[in-house]
């Protein structure tokens, strides 16, 4: 395995990516990793790691950057009233979808310029707060991203700019979603309201609901870890992947 950690430069500034890919048998599918509130870390590396074992060239950026490079956290950064998890949610609060898509652009751009990434499709997924951005960008960018995955995505219809509900019919590329029974950040109406809308949308994916687990769940390291539910989220990310890119 080959990884670095790269700043790639963007229109407000330089964002500190984690990429990784296999050594051999290259260029490989590019895919985007992004990342769950809290932030970088290990626990996310290695399932970069993870994808990049099966054959794609993953790139973990930091989506925070925007606030400085003092944006890695500590392991007390869930723990609500912590100083951790405040200072956390004074960058998070601030996220908005507009310039996340304004960060793919550029990512795009310099996955262009990368021989051991193949050019063409590519595929992104995130968790958590980035649920929102990876199906924005399928609808954003229809002629590059052919394969869009969210899980436990946040608040998937709300007033937001640019909100998935609102541009599921734009996305060109297979749509995955994957809800939590137990999300107050997703709770069960909303995900009934979504579902009525994607299958509206004509999109040849799927809305799955996850029955028993709770938001954060695929994550090795936090308190609802549930290994069936988060072996089925990787069965299902990696088939999407193959489909659609190889």
Request: aromatic fraction near 10%; hydrophobic fraction near 40%; charged fraction near 20%.
């Amino acid at each position: 395995m080959i990884e670095q950690t790269l700043d790639i430069t963007t229109k407000s500034g330089a964002t500190e990516t984690f990429i990784v890919h296999p050594e051999r048998g290259g260029p490989h599918p590019a895919v985007f990793l992004l990342m769950d509130a809290p932030g970088i870390r290990d626990e996310l590396r290695d399932m970069a790691r993870r994808l990049a074992t099966v054959g794609y060239y993953v790139l973990l950026p930091n989506l925070y950057y925007r606030a400085g490079r003092d944006t890695i956290y500590g392991p007390d950064v869930l723990e609500h009233g912590s100083p951790e998890h405040a200072r956390m949610r004074a960058v998070r609060t601030k996220m908005t979808i507009p310039p996340v898509m304004a960060d793919i652009a550029d990512m795009l751009t310099f996955l262009d310029a990368q021989p051991a990434a193949k050019p063409g499709a590519v595929g992104a997924h995130g968790y958590c707060m980035s649920g929102p951005y990876a199906l924005a960008a399928a609808a954003r960018y229809p002629n590059r991203v052919a394969a869009a995955a969210s899980f436990y995505g946040t608040w998937l219809v709300s007033d937001a700019e640019e909100s998935p509900h609102l541009n599921l019919a734009r996305a060109q590329g297979e749509l995955y979603i994957a809800c939590a029974e137990h999300d107050e950040l997703a709770p069960l109406p909303m995900v009934a309201e979504l579902r009525g809308l994607f299958e509206k949308s004509g999109n040849p994916g799927e809305l799955e609901l996850y029955p028993g687990v709770h938001h954060g769940f695929a994550f090795p390291q936090r308190w609802c870890f549930d290994k069936p539910a988060a072996e089925r989220h990787w069965e299902r990310l990696i088939a999407l992947y193959r489909r659609q890119l190889g």
